[in-house]
C-alpha cells in the first residue's frame, strides 16, 4: 500500500493532467450545448499543455535563460561552460508556447461556427439542431 | 449519452493512469525528455545564436520551420473567422443612437446620413444596447493602453534576454486594441486600427517570417539560415543569426496582434463591424 502511494506521490502531474482530461472529453461528448462542447475542447487542450509542461521540469534548475551571458558571445564563447542539468528542458516550452497560441486562434473559428450555426438555426443546443436538420 | 460519455472518458483515463507507471517521476533530471537534444540546445544556444533565452532560439533558430508554420495556422485560422462571419451589405436599422453626456438622454436619429451630429462635443454615439456612461472605466483603459503597449513592445524587443518573444508581445498588443474596444466601443478601436490594416497586418508578419526564410535561401543558405545575413546586417555570423530570430520575433508578433484583433472584431460584431459587445 506504501508503495501505491509512493508511486501515487512521484507522479502527481500526471494524474492532475489526466482528470483534466477526463473532464475535458466527457464535455466534448455528453454535453448539449455546443458552446460548452468548446470549453470542454479548451480544458482538454490545457490539459495536453499542462503535460508537455510537467515534462519539462528538472530538479534543482531554473528557468532556461542562460546566466551572465551578456558580456561573452561570438568568438569568447568556448571558454564558457553551461551545465544543462541546470536548466529545465526548454523544448516542451517552446511548443507549448506556439500550442497556446495556436490554441486560441482555434477556439477563435469553433465561435465563429458556433456564431453561424446559431443564426441558421437560432439556438446552440445539440438535440434541437439535429431535429431541425430531420425536419428539413 | 452522458453514461456512454462517462465510460469513454474512466475508459480512456484508466488507460493513461495505467500507462504513466512507466513514466518518469515528477522534475525527474534523468528523463528521457531532458536527455537527448535538449542540452544540446542549451549548451551550444550562446556559442552557436548569441541568444541567451533557449527557449527563443530553440524557437526561431533551430525549430523554425515548425514556428512558421504555426503562425501561418494563426493566419489561416484568422482567415477562416474572416470568411465565415464577415457580412459587407449593411441590413436592417438606418436608426442610429446618440447619448447627449451632461444630461444622459438617448436621442434616436433616423436618417443619420442627412443629420450627422459630429461637430457637437457632448453627443456620443452608443450601441443599440443601452450601455451605461462610465467615465472611471473608460480613464482608467485609456491611461492603461499606452502602458500596455509600450510593455509589449519591451515584451517582443527582450525576448532575447527574457522570458518574452514574438507570441507574448503580440498576443499583449493584440489585447491592448481589444482592451480599447471592449472598454470603449468597437469603432473607437476601428479608428485605430482599421480593417485593412490589421486584415493586410496579418499576411506582412506571416510574409517577413517567410521572406526572411527566402532571403537566406537566395544568399546561398538553407531556408531559415540567418547566418546568410551577415554581410547584409554588417556582422559576424553569430549575431547574424541572433538579429535574424529577432527580424523573425517581429514578424510573429506583427501577425498575431494582427490575428487577435480580427478575430475580436469579426466575432464581437458578428461579421457587422458596426457594433461590438
Known amino acids: 500500500m506504501s ?19 477526463m473532464i475535458g472529453l466527457y464535455a466534448m461528448i455528453a454535453k448539449n450545448n455546443l458552446v460548452k462542447k468548446i470549453v470542454g475542447m479548451n480544458i482538454f487542450q490545457t490539459a495536453i499543455i499542462l503535460f508537455y509542461i510537467s515534462i519539462g521540469a528538472k530538479k534543482g534548475a531554473t528557468i532556461p535563460i542562460i546566466e551572465h551571458a551578456h558580456e561573452r558571445h561570438g568568438s569568447e564563447a568556448g571558454s564558457f561552460l553551461v551545465q544543462a542539468a541546470n536548466y529545465i528542458n ?47 | ?16 493512469l495505467y500507462a504513466t507507471v512507466d513514466f518518469p517521476p515528477w522534475a525527474d533530471p534523468a528523463s528521457p525528455a531532458s536527455l537527448h537534444v535538449s542540452p544540446r540546445y542549451i549548451e551550444k544556444t550562446i556559442e552557436e545564436t548569441a541568444v541567451p533565452n533557449v527557449v ?40 442610429i443612437l ?41 480613464t482608467m483603459c485609456r491611461l492603461m493602453i499606452p ?22 508581445g503580440g498576443v499583449i498588443l493584440g489585447a491592448s486594441f481589444i482592451l480599447l474596444a471592449v472598454s470603449h466601443d468597437l469603432r473607437s478601436s476601428l479608428a485605430r486600427m482599421g480593417e485593412k490594416i490589421h486584415t493586410l497586418f496579418c499576411p506582412v508578419g506571416v510574409l517577413a517570417y517567410a521572406g526572411t526564410g527566402a532571403l537566406c535561401l537566395l544568399l546561398g543558405d538553407n531556408f531559415l539560415d540567418y547566418k546568410a545575413l551577415a554581410p547584409l546586417l554588417g556582422v559576424d555570423s553569430i549575431m547574424a543569426r541572433s538579429h ?22 469579426n466575432l464581437s460584431s458578428e461579421g457587422r463591424y458596426d457594433e461590438g459587445l
Not at chain 1, 6 to 12: D, E, I
Not at chain 2, 116 to 132: A, M, Q
Request: with cysteine.
Open chain 1, 3 to 21: 508503495d501505491f502511494f509512493s508511486l501515487l506521490l512521484s507522479k502527481y502531474n500526471y494524474w492532475i493532467y489526466i482528470t483534466l482530461m
Open chain 1, 90 to 136: 526548454p523544448l516542451p516550452h517552446v511548443l507549448m508556447l506556439t500550442a497556446i497560441v495556436v490554441s486560441v486562434a482555434t477556439l477563435g473559428v469553433a465561435l465563429a461556427l458556433a456564431i453561424r450555426i446559431y443564426n441558421r438555426y437560432k439556438t446552440l443546443e445539440e438535440d434541437e439542431i439535429l431535429s431541425q436538420i430531420r425536419k428539413e
Open chain 2, 1 to 16: 449519452m452522458k453514461l456512454v460519455g462517462v465510460a469513454v472518458a474512466l475508459l480512456s483515463g484508466a488507460f493513461l
Open chain 2, 56 to 95: 527563443t532560439s530553440v524557437l526561431a533558430d533551430y525549430r523554425g520551420y515548425d514556428t512558421m508554420f504555426e503562425t501561418t495556422v494563426i493566419f489561416v485560422a484568422g482567415l477562416v473567422c474572416f470568411v465565415l462571419l464577415r457580412i459587407f451589405r449593411t441590413v436592417g436599422s438606418e436608426q
Open chain 2, 98 to 138: 446618440y447619448r447627449h453626456i451632461p444630461t444622459g438622454i438617448t436621442v434616436r436619429i433616423r436618417d443619420h446620413r442627412r443629420f450627422p451630429p459630429r461637430e457637437l462635443k457632448e453627443f456620443e454615439r452608443i450601441d443599440s444596447v443601452w450601455t451605461p456612461y462610465d467615465p472611471i472605466i473608460k
Open chain 2, 147 to 168: 502602458f500596455l503597449q509600450l510593455f509589449a513592445l519591451y515584451v517582443i524587443a527582450h525576448g532575447h534576454h527574457s522570458p518574452g518573444g514574438g507570441f507574448q
Open chain 2, 244 to 265: 535574424g530570430i529577432f527580424i523573425v520575433e517581429v514578424g510573429v508578433g506583427i501577425a498575431v496582434m494582427a490575428t487577435m484583433i480580427w478575430i475580436y472584431n
